[in-house]
């Protein structure tokens, strides 16, 4: 069936490392994507969006990428902070209304 | 802090009581969103409302489950006669609602614990 997911389930990286966190989907027609960061006992809190059109997409610290040729797309967070340490989920906007979220990925930031 | 808001942050309740959630939008949202997320898990879609109008409800939402937003502005999310499996997160998220992929907002969540 189609649906979004994620290579790894966790993540440790040194304190000021970057970090890449990988996703993977399957529907080709897919043409926005969101990642999304959730601390424990929160909501998940928007950090970045990229739509079909658009390889790269920077903000502060982050990056996302999108690969729509082997329908991938990661998370490049830049000099990694213990604040960081969350679950990220990548999700797909489909029809314009619904998220569909991958499994999600543990980041880990050793100090 | 979003500014969408969800009442109580968590609810513990014996199977077959019925329980009720609230969520407040982002005030000038008129799309508002619910969501169920298990341990573990991605939260996956409940249903979603256009102003007062519930636009689409996903096979998850069994007939137990009721969600309205009679004024377009706060929702409440109501299920009857609980079972263990009705224990996760429910999430509540808005959007402006002007067009098509825009941005989420998502409030802290209301864990439910149905024993």
């Known amino acids: 069936g189609e649906s979004v997911g994620l290579h790894l389930p966790t993540l440790s990286v040194q304190e000021g490392d970057n970090s890449i966190i990988n996703c993977a989907y399957s529907n080709s027609a897919s043409d926005y994507f969101i990642w999304y960061k959730q601390e424990s006992g929160k909501g998940p809190q928007f950090i970045i969006d990229?739509?079909?059109?658009?390889d790269k997409r920077q903000g502060q610290r982050v990056t996302v990428l999108l690969n729509k040729t082997v329908k991938h797309l990661s998370l490049q967070i830049a000099a990694t902070q213990p604040g960081d340490s969350a679950v990220y989920f990548c999700a797909e906007n489909r029809d314009g209304n619904k998220l569909v979220f991958g499994a999600g990925t543990i980041l880990r930031v050793k100090s | 802090d979003t500014g969408v808001s969800q009442d109580p942050r968590h609810k513990i309740t014996k199977r077959g009581q019925n329980v009720t959630f609230r969520c407040d939008p982002i005030s000038e949202h008129n799309r508002l969103y619910w969501y169920r997320q298990t341990l573990g898990q991605g939260p996956e879609f409940l249903t979603y409302?256009?102003?007062?109008?519930?636009?689409?409800k996903s096979r998850l939402l069994s007939d137990r489950f009721s969600a309205e937003r009679p004024k377009g502005s706060f929702s409440t999310l109501e299920i009857q006669r609980t079972e263990q499996g009705d224990s996760a997160m429910y999430l509540c998220?808005?959007?402006?609602?002007?067009?098509?992929?825009?941005?989420?907002?998502f409030g802290p969540g209301t864990r439910l614990l149905v024993l």
């Open positions: 998220a808005s959007s402006l609602g002007g067009k098509p992929r825009e941005t989420q907002y």
């Open positions: 409302f256009q102003n007062e109008a519930q636009l689409e």
């Open positions: 990229i739509r079909s059109n658009m």
